[in-house]
């Protein structure tokens, strides 16, 4: 059962879903939900980073509930921890109701993303960041 309150703090993105966004049964494309997590994670890696960071991996990939068109999609993405090169952040997306006030976790992930400079070749992440 998704939890009852999403994470503290901001959203790192929040975006209306669309019917473009949508199946013809009105629910939201999960690829387009891992989509919204993948940009969101990928804020938090190149802020971290202080510069490029792609993304090498996507563990953990669940779907709890389905997303429908109009609702209100908040991401959130935390870093978990900072390797050599490489960062983890665990991202939730949750939902809710255009008209309403309640919300629902509808997926979450763990995105590992590594630090690359100019030749686009793995570089080391600052520690002390």
């Known amino acids: 059962m998704p939890d009852a309150s999403p994470p503290s703090g901001e959203p790192t993105i929040r975006v209306t879903t669309m019917p473009a966004d949508a199946n013809a049964y009105g ?17 938090v890696a190149a802020r971290r980073a202080r510069g490029r960071a792609v993304t090498v991996a996507m563990d953990g990939m669940q779907f709890h509930a389905p997303v429908a068109v109009g609702d ?15 960062m983890l952040i665990a991202v939730e997306a949750w939902r809710r109701d255009r ?12 995105f590992t993303f590594v630090a690359v400079g100019d030749d686009k070749q793995p570089r080391a ?4 960041a």
């Open 27 to 43: 629910d939201i494309f999960g690829g387009w939900l891992v989509g919204q997590m993948d940009m969101a994670a990928g804020l």
């Open 125 to 128: 992440v600052d520690q002390m």
């Open 72 to 86: 209100e999609v908040s991401v959130y993405a935390d870093l978990v921890k900072v390797g050599r090169s490489s």
């Open 99 to 110: 008209h309403g006030e309640a919300i629902e976790r509808v997926t979450q992930a763990r």
